[in-house]
């Protein structure tokens, strides 16, 4: 903490009101997420997880510039504090944002008690929030050269096979046949957006107005074809097949998965017709993700608790995607 400190006053010189202390927040199954305190102040501290990843996946550097960017439009995003690429400091490079008062809406019982009006409101503000991220023009907000999007699906599903290569330990029956039919005829994609990349209700602050706060775990955004948040966001409507239990898109109020692209469609001007693909894509990324964590979990490399029942996760997503893909 005290090398922290020191780097931080320099950073920000005037932040800091006395010692600081500081602890893990629950939830973060991927990069490491701090709140951090003087007693009177507190900030958020983002660094990539320990062990075993793949370079390009944790980029706190890119979390930072787009949160950043994003400040002045009508996305809601955490103030961004400092970024330190110097790894002496906490062992990897991280950045500092400011704390956000909000709930992470998760699950069926966190969410219902609000009831079905207040369920469907949030709901709602967070599928037309999606279609305002993607609605920024990147180069308005220095964004133009944050991504690469030609060819971008193309590189996705070669990315995560590299990254389910790097991740394999144990034979997963499917995941194989969906990537070679997800390589096999990717689309040539729409025109290019900001887009988040692990788009959820549970990576979204709720205050206690039911407004969104803040759109958080930026760490896979780019500049590509929006319909990938799109597809990622159907997956996760879909979680109950991961024997997670009810989620919060199953409380009462919340739109079907038909209504949410729906309103997107009507929100974007979109064409979601193609949107099978998309699905695939996002259970493949989520099925190589969860993988990953799995294999850090066996080799002792996580850090909390819930990490046992990971694994047996990811062959309802693999099957999920070869349905979606087959259609």
């Known amino acids: 903490m005290a090398r922290f400190a020191a780097w931080f006053d320099d950073a920000c010189p005037g932040e800091i009101g006395g010692p600081l202390r500081g602890h893990l927040i629950a939830g ?60 002496d400091v906490l062992g990897a490079p991280f950045y500092v944002m400011a704390k956000v008062d909000g709930v992470p809406y998760r699950t069926a019982d966190q969410i219902a008690p609000l009831g079905p009006a207040r369920v469907r409101a949030i709901a709602e503000r967070m ?37 389910l290569d790097a991740s394999r330990s144990r034979p997963v029956e499917g995941i194989d046949e969906l990537h070679a039919l997800l390589a096999a005829n990717p689309p040539d ?47 996760y409507q879909r979680m109950d097949m991961l024997h997670e239990g009810p989620m919060a898109s199953d409380a009462p109020g919340y739109p079907s998965e038909e209504e949410v692209l729906a309103r997107y469609a009507e929100r974007s001007g979109r064409d979601l017709s193609g949107l099978g693909f998309y699905v695939a894509l996002a259970s493949f990324k989520l099925a190589v993700i969860l993988e990953g964590i799995h294999f850090r979990y066996v080799h002792g490399q996580t850090v909390g608790e819930g990490f046992e029942s990971i694994g047996e996760r990811v062959g309802p997503l693999v099957a999920s995607g070869l349905a979606a893909i087959k259609q």
């Open 28 to 87: 973060g199954r991927s990069n490491l997420t701090y709140e951090v305190t003087d007693g009177t102040r507190s900030w958020v501290v983002r660094r990539p997880p320990l062990g075993h990843v793949l370079a390009t996946a944790h980029d706190m550097r890119r979390e930072y510039q787009v949160i950043t960017a994003l400040r002045d439009t009508d996305v809601p995003v955490p103030a961004a504090y400092a970024y330190c690429s110097d790894p």
């Open 127 to 163: 599928i037309d929030t999606l279609a305002r991220l993607h609605a920024v023009d990147p180069g308005a907000v220095g964004l133009g050269e944050f991504g690469r999007p030609e060819g971008f699906l193309a590189r996705q599903v070669r990315r995560w096979r590299k990254q």
């Open 189 to 235: 994609g729409g025109a290019a957006a900001i887009v988040h990349g692990d788009y959820r209700l549970d990576n979204i602050l709720v205050n206690s107005d039911d407004e969104l706060a803040a759109i958080v775990d930026w760490e896979m955004a780019t500049l590509a074809d929006p319909l990938t948040d799109v597809g990622l966001l159907v997956v």
